[in-house]
């Protein structure tokens, strides 16, 4: 990249695509991207309370509870007691629609195509970003949601 506003771009592309990838991902299963998104947090954070999944996908309680309704009748996920305090629910992942492989299967072939290019040093670097990014993301997401609350 010769320029800043190269790489934004190129950044800014990247981005869009994985967005546009999500979102075709979850309608391939008859999902919407937001079902996808707090299906793949739930199977990567675990199990969590409602309050904590809606803080997770940017959604008030209202639209959480319908989001979990929605996943628990499609069967891939569950209430729960909390096992810490019986007075509070858990949301448990248990399933994961089985059109969800097949419609990630080539994007992952052809990202794995693409990785395989890159020597170990350059893969270490590369995840070692891609875990750094995420938590930024992450952080800022919440920096957003708590600025307009």
């Known amino acids: 990249?010769?320029?800043p506003a190269?790489?934004?771009?190129?950044?800014?592309?990247?981005?869009?695509?994985?967005?546009?990838?999500?979102h075709a991902s979850a309608r391939a299963c008859g999902l919407n991207a937001t079902d996808l998104y707090a299906l793949n947090t739930l199977e990567?954070?675990?199990p969590m309370t409602p309050g904590e999944l809606g803080t997770r996908t940017g959604l008030t309680?209202?639209?959480?509870?319908r989001l979990i309704d929605r996943l628990e009748q499609a069967g891939y996920v569950r209430r729960a007691p909390d096992p810490e305090d019986r007075r509070k629910?858990?949301?448990?992942?248990?399933?994961?629609?089985?059109?969800?492989?097949?419609a990630m299967a080539p994007a992952r072939e052809q990202i794995a195509q693409i990785l395989r290019g890159y020597t170990p040093d350059q893969l270490r670097v590369l995840f070692d970003y891609f875990d750094?990014?995420?938590?930024?993301?992450?952080?800022?997401?919440?920096?957003?949601?708590?600025?307009?609350?």
């Open 132 to 149: 750094h990014a995420a938590e930024a993301y992450q952080r800022t997401a919440e920096e957003l949601r708590t600025r307009r609350t």
């Open 44 to 46: 990567l954070t675990g």
């Open 6 to 22: 190269e790489a934004s771009r190129v950044y800014r592309r990247y981005l869009s695509a994985v967005m546009l990838h999500g």
């Open 1 to 3: 990249m010769s320029t």
């Open 89 to 102: 629910v858990i949301v448990e992942p248990v399933g994961k629609p089985a059109e969800l492989d097949e």
């Open 61 to 65: 309680t209202g639209p959480t509870t």
